[in-house]
């Protein structure tokens, strides 16, 4: 009797748990930090971008030029998010004659609640590139129009 309690505890906290980790139907915050090592198209320095995916909501970094090491600390924020998956896609924003921008590499992150803390995140993308970003969910669209 008091194993069957017990277990019946913990699968309730366990459920409470898993549930409260989800981010799906919050808002999500993803601040990008830095990149580091980024590749360009041939000799030139890339001019590099982030593109971040969340279901079906896209928000892209402005464009740091001629820099394999982009500083941008820039917010972009989804509200109700539709997926527990963040897609980080790096990019070469290419103009003029030397055609569309170059796919630099990608990460998936699946997205979990930590209770208003950010979670940091490493991406690492093609010949050693790193972009670094940090995330937090929390709320939702709902909640704050009350």
């Known amino acids: 009797m008091k194993f069957g309690i017990i277990a019946v505890l913990l699968a309730a906290v366990f459920f409470q748990n898993s549930v409260a980790s989800s981010c799906y139907g919050k808002n999500v915050e993803v601040i990008v930090i830095n990149g580091i090592g980024m590749t360009g198209d041939g000799l030139l320095r890339p001019d590099p971008y982030v593109e971040v995916t969340i279901g079906d909501l896209s928000k892209k970094t402005r464009v740091i030029h001629s820099t394999r090491n982009p500083f941008w600390y820039q917010e972009l924020l989804f ?10 896609d790096v990019w070469d924003r290419d103009s003029g004659f030397r055609g569309s921008d170059d796919h630099i590499g990608s990460c998936t992150e699946d997205l979990s609640s930590h209770y208003d803390e950010y979670v940091l995140v490493e ?24």
Do not use: P, W
Not at 123 to 146: D, F, P, R, T, W
């Open 79 to 88: 509200n109700n998010v539709d997926s527990n998956e963040m897609t980080i």
């Open 123 to 146: 991406c690492h993308v093609a010949k050693n590139g790193i972009v670094n970003l940090k995330y937090k969910c929390y709320g939702n669209s709902q909640e704050e129009e009350y």
